[in-house]
């Protein structure tokens, strides 16, 4: 399953906040689908460019009646990921398709919980030492302070 294709699929979600008297258009992209294809890469393509061309993204299909069509733009970027504009009345959203292969995945794991025991000593004691964050190259954990 590691060596398997996706398609992801990731709309622009716009926040409007209001700071100073000034609104604000907050844009973030969040990832909406993950559709798992199989191990061909040109299915995944494949894939990706319908997903492009049909995906209806949520703001407009709670508001999209029967035959509505909405109005389309779709770009190809040069790395192979799609980049689609839909408008539909005054609604206007954009999404990106990419295709992903999964190189990696492991399961959540959870701590046993702590005994009366350790609660108390941690109480005490006070909370243990964070975990060293994430260095490059490996080794150079002893180099930082």
Known sequence: MTADWYVLIEEDTRTTERADGKELRLHRWMLTGTHRIGPDRTE???????????????????????????????????????????????????????????????????????????????????PPPAARPWAWPPGDEADQT
């Open 44 to 126: 995944a393509v494949a894939a990706a460019e319908d997903a492009a061309l049909r995906y209806l993204p949520g703001l407009l299909a709670r508001h999209a009646r029967p035959g509505d069509e909405p109005a389309r733009h779709a770009l190809l970027t040069q790395d192979g990921a799609w980049v689609v504009w839909v408008k539909q009345r005054h609604r206007e959203c954009h999404i990106r398709v990419t295709t992903a292969r999964l190189v990696h995945a492991r399961e959540e794991k959870e701590a046993p919980p702590k005994s009366l025991k350790e609660k108390f000593r941690s109480a005490v004691e006070g």
